[in-house]
């Protein structure tokens, strides 16, 4: 499947953002779809999962904070993204697969860049 990421810029802290993820097909039909992030020098993190079978989950630095949602009528994926940090500034990623276990190796976004100034 591809995807298309948009929404990303540059905010001051305490801001908010949505992020988009645009599918080519339904979106309906796929299980599990997830938003990772990657900041420089530091190692890929799961944002947050949408699963058909286990509902939704966040990273705990995210938690109340982000919300994933998805609009199958338009084939997207969101991320609400509200009381952005500075920590938050990450080149940020769709992604899609089959299962939770197998996202990290399914399909991927270009990627969109979220920049939180102090």
């Known amino acids: 499947v591809r995807l298309q990421e948009s929404g990303g810029g540059l905010v001051q802290a305490g801001g908010s953002l949505r992020l988009s993820c645009a599918t080519l097909?339904?979106?309906?039909?796929?299980?599990?779809m997830g938003w990772y992030r990657q900041a420089p020098g530091k190692e890929r993190e799961l944002v947050a999962v949408?699963?058909?079978?286990?509902?939704?989950n966040y990273a705990d630095s995210v938690k109340g904070r982000f919300t994933i949602s998805k609009d199958n009528s338009k084939n997207s994926l969101f991320l609400q993204m509200n009381n952005l940090k500075p920590e938050d500034t990450a080149m940020y990623y769709c992604?899609?697969?089959?299962?939770?276990?197998?996202?990290?190796?399914?399909?991927w976004g270009q990627g969109t860049q979220v920049t939180v100034s102090s």
């Open positions: 097909g339904s979106i309906a039909s796929i299980p599990v």
């Open positions: 992604a899609a697969s089959v299962a939770i276990a197998t996202l990290h190796r399914g399909s």
């Open positions: 949408i699963s058909n079978d286990e509902g939704l």
